[in-house]
């Protein structure tokens, strides 16, 4: 195992100082952490492991990385606040530090020319990075309940060529789910992969429907994780072949093939 900061590593951990911290969503938070080497290396679809170093937080959490800037050496996370320890990280201020543990996992396949990227929820953090990486390539389709969930369309709309929108209630955009509408774009569409993140039974739905039109499909799962590092086996998975994964080292992103029966 090559330890994080030796010669040879691709992951880093170091202290990292908070640049900025801003409330986007109720209980949903924008953070911003100066991290130049983990700026440098990490890929889409990849995430890290932050520590809080105040207080008694001794575990890690996995955030996935929604944004880098490698020149500025800057990494940013979108994250919901769900319990004490996001709450603890939402309290941080500019000019405090958290631990940063990363870039960790195997990212999004980069070879694709026209993807369509569908998210729903806080799975479309890592696809904001994705889409960012595939400059200007991707359209994205987003579902959420209301219209007030999708505050996503203002952070997609520069890094995309189409915003497309799903609401339960119909608040905006299309009534009903993302797999109401994925059929009918995959249909008019020139896409050649279709990219997904967000709850399960919407990823299933949406690797059922591109497999249907012939499409490659990608899916970031989400695993409650200990160590992301491989080594505790609490991310474990069974793949449609039999094997045993580890979500955390060999995905998050998979081929929906290898997870989705
Ligand atoms: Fe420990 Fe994946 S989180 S093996």
């Known amino acids: 195992m090559i330890l994080p900061n030796s010669p040879e ?3 880093f951990v170091q202290d990292a100082k908070v640049l900025a911290q801003q409330e986007l969503a109720t209980d949903v938070f924008f953070l911003v952490v100066e ?3 983990i700026a440098r290396a990490a890929k889409a679809g990849q995430f890290v492991q932050l520590r809080i170093l105040s207080g008694d937080f001794t575990l890690r959490r996995p955030v996935g990385v929604a944004a880098v800037d490698s020149k500025k050496g800057s990494v940013a996370f979108i994250y919901r606040v769900v319990g004490r320890g996001t709450k603890a990280l939402s309290a941080l201020m500019p000019g405090e530090m958290v631990n940063v543990l990363g870039p960790l996992g195997h990212g999004f396949t980069m070879k694709y020319q026209r993807p369509l990227i569908v998210g729903g929820g806080m799975g479309l953090s890592p696809l904001l990075y994705y ?16 219209a007030e969930e999708l505050f996503w369309t203002n952070l997609f709309d520069d890094l995309t060529q189409e915003v497309f929108v799903t609401t339960d209630d119909g608040s905006m955009g299309t009534k009903g789910f993302t797999t109401t509408l ?4 995959l249909e008019k569409g020139d896409y050649d992969v279709v990219v997904t993140c967000g709850p399960e039974i919407m990823m299933r ?3 059922k429907i591109a497999k249907e039109h012939g499409l490659p499909c990608e899916v970031s799962l989400e695993k409650r994780m200990a160590c992301g590092l491989g080594a505790c086996l609490s991310c474990s998975i ?8 580890k979500v955390c080292k060999d995905g998050p992103v998979f081929p929906a093939e290898e997870v989705f029966a």
């Open 9 to 11: 590593a691709t992951k």
């Open 35 to 37: 991290a130049p080497k």
């Open 205 to 207: 739905g949406v690797a």
């Open 131 to 146: 889409a960012d990486a595939m400059k200007g390539k991707a359209d994205v389709l987003m579902g959420g309940k209301t």
């Open 182 to 185: 994925l059929p009918e774009l």
């Open 238 to 245: 069974d793949t449609t072949d039999g094997q045993r994964k």
